[in-house]
């Protein structure tokens, strides 16, 4: 698998969802970011969504 490992990727799925209830913004767009630079096609596109999401709260 390329970019992100399988458990890291479920990890960059719910973690950064997790944070936004908690509302440790700046963690969860922390982690996205780090997706962006380390993911792979889908990964990328869904912290995309995720960071969209975030920036519209």
């Known amino acids: 698998?390329?970019?992100?490992?399988?458990?890291?990727?479920?990890?960059?799925?719910w973690r950064p969802t997790a944070l936004r209830d908690e509302e440790k913004l700046d963690e969860a767009r922390k982690l996205l970011y780090e997706?962006?630079?380390?993911?792979?096609?889908?990964?990328?596109?869904?912290a995309r969504n995720i960071l969209e999401q975030l920036d519209e709260d």
């Open 35 to 46: 997706v962006l630079a380390e993911g792979n096609e889908e990964q990328v596109g869904v």
């Open 1 to 13: 698998m390329t970019g992100l490992a399988c458990g890291a990727m479920r990890f960059a799925y």
